[in-house]
């Protein structure tokens, strides 16, 4: 069993659906990571955040930290939004490694 | 800033040729990281540096990679006897210090015929 999960692994949604991305770890950690990687692009860092919530733009990242659960939220989704989007952890035990998720395809129809 | 600089962006390479692909970390980030990329296993970690110094070595694969960081604002990943199996997408990333975000480089495509 893989340390961090994410669920689905693959979503397709029509332009303006409201999306939910899960991850469950099984680990203690010091924090999470949010990443997002356009086909054939590099990764890009979309939030971290170790309690509580933060919202960048149409974009919501919530995490509880005793159930050891984070979810992504997008808003009034765009075909742009389409992307990987990979969750990540760091490890309490582990310095500075990230473990990451399988990632979850997301893919936005216009 | 730049952000992360890796170079090259692809190499087409021939079995058994040594690779080496670079990357300039942001500056004044204390960590840098190599992490691989493939469709089966997803990203992995290979290696990282704290201020120049090898922490962590155990993703590397075998004897035949070897990773240097001489100094600050240069490091490098090498692969020696390249093999088809190394095929992957490489990128660098590095953080300023514990509990800081990763800025993640732009990638090299690694592909070994």
């Known amino acids: 069993k893989n340390e961090v999960e994410q669920s689905p692994q693959n979503l397709t949604a029509q332009e303006g659906e409201f999306i939910t991305i899960n991850c469950s770890y099984s680990?203690?950690?010091?924090?999470l990571h949010w990443l997002q990687q356009h086909p054939g692009g590099g990764i890009v860092s979309l939030f971290m955040?170790?309690?509580g919530k933060k919202k960048h733009g149409r974009l919501i990242a919530t995490i509880n930290i005793q159930e050891k659960h984070s979810s992504l939220h997008i808003t009034a989704s765009h075909p742009r939004d389409s992307a990987v989007y990979i969750c990540?952890?760091?490890?309490?035990?582990?310095?500075?490694?990230?473990?990451f998720g399988q990632g979850t395809r997301l893919t936005i129809n216009p | 800033d730049a952000g992360v600089i890796q170079s090259p962006r692809h190499e087409v390479t021939e079995m058994g040729q040594e690779v080496t692909l670079r990357c300039k970390p942001i500056?004044?980030?204390?960590?840098l990281f190599w992490y691989r990329q493939t469709m089966m296993r997803g990203l992995e970690l290979l290696i990282y540096?704290?201020?120049?110094?090898?922490?962590?070595d155990s993703g590397m694969p075998e004897d035949r990679f070897s990773a240097k960081m001489p100094n600050a604002s240069f490091s490098t990943l090498k692969i020696q006897p390249s093999e088809p199996r190394d095929s992957a997408v490489y990128f660098c990333?590095?953080?300023?210090?514990?509990?800081?975000?990763?800025?993640f480089g732009s990638g090299t495509r690694l592909t070994v015929v």
């Open positions: 990333a590095s953080s300023p210090g514990p509990n800081y975000g990763y800025t």
């Open positions: 680990v203690g950690i010091s924090a």
């Open positions: 955040l170790s309690s």
């Open positions: 990540a952890v760091f490890e309490i035990q582990g310095a500075q490694k990230l473990v």
């Open positions: 500056s004044g980030h204390d960590y």
């Open positions: 540096f704290n201020n120049n110094v090898p922490i962590d």
